[in-house]
């Protein structure tokens, strides 16, 4: 399926172009449609989306996904990369998807994609029925300030951008990532959050410490947040990815049932 192209003002006030994928099933069996968010220098075409994507349609679930600003096909740079933008830009795909008639959504994310899926549930919660998320980036800054070290923030600071390099992503990133990521605290994160979730977990990820997901899911309201965490996983667990769909689908499908106005 081609693209479609959803439109959003970036900071001076000029139109951005979103890529959008919606897939629908030959026979509709859910009442909500999976949302997918992809990770920090990924896209939507990723092998974890792809692979989703189809077994969600075998199930007869409408799937959609999108590249966020900077990546894949959607205009925008990775310089003006922030969680701010990025939740931007889920809330104009809603839009879009509301429009297209899937008001009812489930939300699934990788690493910064499961981070900003997280804050949008505890802000926009309406219509969202659950989410799972592998990897969420709960402590990107945190992250990011380890990576940079003491100097390389000032310098971060005083410059404006620093060129961030890894093995799937090369680019500049501007200061105003760092200054966005103070403003969206864990606890506040926490205490907000009311939306069922399953989470996976590698304890040998590099890219995120599972200590930091595992702090977030214990903070949360008793029961909510269920932890799968794979002693042997790595940040991607792509190793595994039909055990995740197993207990994706399974978890999904109680959690419909439970969701209010669920479809009878």
């Not at 959003?8 to 099933?25: C, K, Q």
């Not at 990723?46 to 096909?73: I, V, Y």
């Not at 390389?152 to 990521?181: F, K, N, P, Q």
Request: net charge negative.
């Amino acid at each position: 399926m081609e693209h479609e192209f959803v439109e959003v003002a970036n900071l001076r006030g000029s139109r951005e172009r979103i890529a959008v994928r919606l897939d629908e099933p030959a026979s509709v069996q859910s009442s909500f449609a999976i949302l997918y968010l992809h990770g920090f220098g990924s896209r939507q075409a990723g092998e974890k989306a792809t692979f989703f994507r189809a077994r969600a349609l075998e199930e007869g679930w409408p799937f959609c996904s999108f590249d966020f600003r900077g990546h894949g096909a959607s205009e925008g740079s990775m310089r003006e990369l922030t969680l701010s933008r990025n939740l931007e830009d889920v809330a104009a795909v809603r839009r879009h998807l509301a429009g297209r008639g899937h008001e009812r959504l489930a939300l699934f994310g990788s690493s910064m994609g499961g981070a900003t899926a997280l804050w949008h549930a505890a802000r926009e919660p309406e219509g969202v029925i659950g989410a799972v998320h592998v990897a969420p980036a709960v402590g990107m800054l945190q992250e990011l300030e380890r990576w940079a070290g003491a100097e390389g923030l000032e310098r971060w600071r005083r410059d404006g951008t620093i060129r961030y390099t890894s093995e799937l992503v090369d680019c500049e990133l501007g200061w105003a990532m760092v200054e966005d990521l103070r403003g969206y605290r864990n606890e506040e994160l926490a205490a907000r959050y009311r939306t069922p979730t399953l989470l996976f977990q590698g304890r040998l990820d590099t890219t995120v410490d599972w200590r930091d997901v595992d702090a977030f899911a214990a903070a949360a309201a008793p029961g909510l947040v269920d932890l799968r965490v794979f002693e042997d996983g790595d940040h991607r667990l792509v190793d595994r990815k039909e055990l995740l769909w197993r207990e994706a689908r399974r978890f999904l499908a109680r959690a419909e049932a439970a969701a209010p106005d669920a479809r009878g």
